[in-house]
């Protein structure tokens, strides 16, 4: 794994102030954002000056119990192949349910959830990975995701998961230091333990991102400040592993460029911290290494020099340990969680032998008839939850009604947040009515077909009931919904309009 430095996310809002920044090494894209055939310029330009280019989708539900769908797995792989990356990130997280599998309605969450850490979910996961890597034209890093809301009957800690997710699939993890914080308030999970149980040879990079608390629940904002907390597990992290890369996020309430510029300090200053603890562990591991057992003349020399060669590979982020170094820390690692050595009881695949056996771990996949139902078990139980959360059900049992509840109505605001963004004209016309209207209609409206035919669908809700109630913005209401929904546009003078109405909306005053 190529190392990456220190980057920050690229946002169109914010494309001039990572253009001019310096310090900067690369820089991530959400993919779903990005058309191959006609890239931002500034996009391009970074390309151009040397910046790596990293697409990171949201969208694909790794997690979720269908298998990956084809189509968002080649939008995902042109994205890579159009910036030239050299890897390309997704989430462990489900976004849908519902549909055949389950017999039930399709519903869309239009946000990442959380994967239950069981068996069950493992199984699915690992086939949904490889899937995924098999499509790629380069290698994939999944990461962790921040949650409001626990699952009843978990078997493994989230160190657990991912350690056995990299073993079995020998995927690469981006660890988001920001979600571990947020699990850590609303889950009481203890950051520090889930570091020490991850097989850090497998980061690809990390992410950091601030948060807000309302109420006693994290949530994993993106548009506010990294806080203290963060910073403290990425140093943790950091006097563990030299990570390949790290990156800033930040998706909403954009502050000057001096401030951005200023968190990527204290990111440098955390990793910097955590660097002078590695380095001191290490010194005292080989200092008492020597006292334990003198050397002859010379010997010692070597060692040091063969340890410290050791650390470089550690370090390198390239996937895995050298040779028996990684079996001895993969067996290390299985000893203290009280489980068989590798291969007791499961043998590799005989057709994965090599180089192909290794990206792929120890274990290959487990039978297809156990996946399979696998799949159904889990559908089921993501169709029940999710439906509770977008579709007013009831709360499966065994959840926290009032975290489900929490969840429930974030997403709702989420949904208008990102409607009045895909569709800016809506709120023009519908002016203070916009909100309350949107979160009114999401009651009885999940989402089932992403962000832009929810606008479409809501605007016909508002048109249908005879709304908004003044007559001209009914009529330009209308006119926007004639426009979108047809199978070619009408006119381009209502859009005309529409346009310069948002643009004075939205210019500062």
């Known amino acids: 794994m190529e190392r990456l430095g220190t980057g920050i996310g690229w946002r169109p809002e914010i494309a001039d102030a990572v253009e001019r920044m310096p310090g900067i090494d690369w820089v991530e894209a959400v993919a779903e954002n990005v058309c191959p055939g006609h890239l931002p310029d500034s996009l391009r330009r970074l390309r151009e000056r040397g910046v790596t280019v990293v697409p990171h989708g949201v969208s694909l539900g790794l997690g979720g119990a269908d298998r990956p769908d084809a189509g968002r797995l080649t939008a995902l792989a042109e994205r890579a192949e159009a910036l030239g990356s050299p890897l390309v990130t997704e989430h462990i997280a489900f976004v849908r349910a519902g549909g055949p599998l389950t017999a039930s309605p399709h519903l869309e969450a239009g946000h ?133 890369g790290v990156l800033l996020e930040r998706d909403d ?112 996949p487990p039978p297809q008839e156990g996946v399979d139902g696998a799949r159904q078990r889990l559908g089921l139980a993501q169709a029940a939850l999710l439906s509770a959360l977008v579709a007013g059900t009831p709360v499966p049992e065994g959840f926290d009604r009032a975290r489900v509840g929490v969840q429930a109505r974030a997403l709702a605001a989420k949904r208008a947040d990102v409607v009045a963004k895909v569709a800016p004209e809506l709120p023009v016309i519908l002016g203070g009515e916009y909100r309350s209207a949107f979160l009114d209609y999401a009651q009885t409206h999940p989402m089932t077909d992403g962000y832009r035919r929810d606008a479409l669908t809501f605007a016909e809700h508002l048109l249908s009931t005879g709304r908004p109630r003044d007559t001209g913005a009914r009529r330009e209401l209308r006119g926007w919904w004639l426009e979108r929904s047809g199978p070619k546009p009408r006119s381009r003078r209502p859009v005309q309009r529409l346009a310069r109405a948002t643009r004075r909306a939205l210019s500062p005053r």
């Open 112 to 244: 990442l959830l959380p994967v239950p850490r069981t068996r069950d979910a493992l199984d699915v996961l690992c086939e949904n990975v490889r899937i995924a890597q098999d499509a790629l034209p380069v290698p994939l890093a999944v990461e962790n995701i921040a949650a409001l809301i626990c699952w009843p009957g978990e078997e493994m800690t989230e160190g657990q998961f991912l350690y056995d997710l990299a073993d079995r699939t020998g995927v690469r993890l981006l660890i988001d230091v920001a979600n571990l914080h947020t699990n850590h308030v609303n889950r009481g999970e203890d950051p520090s333990k889930a570091l020490a149980e991850l097989p850090l040879e497998a980061i690809a990079y990390v992410h950091v991102a601030g948060g807000v608390e309302r109420d006693g629940v994290w949530h994993d904002s993106h548009a506010h400040p990294v806080p203290g907390p963060v910073l403290d597990i990425l140093t943790d992290l950091a006097s563990r592993v030299a990570p390949p």
């Open 253 to 364: 309430n954009f502050p000057q460029p001096a401030e951005l510029a200023g968190e990527l300090g204290a990111i440098r200053r955390a990793l910097e911290a955590g660097a002078v603890e590695r380095v001191k562990t290490e010194l005292r591991s080989a200092a008492g290494a020597r006292a334990a057992q003198p050397t002859p003349e010379g010997v010692g020399a070597q060692l040091v020099g063969e340890a410290d060669a050791a650390r470089q590979e550690r370090t390198r982020g390239d996937g895995e340990l050298p040779g028996a170094v990684a079996r001895a820390r993969r067996e290390e690692t299985r000893g203290a969680r009280g489980e068989a050595p590798a291969g007791a009881g499961a043998g590799r695949r005989g057709d994965e032998t090599g180089a192909a056996g290794a990206t792929r771990g120890a274990f290959g």
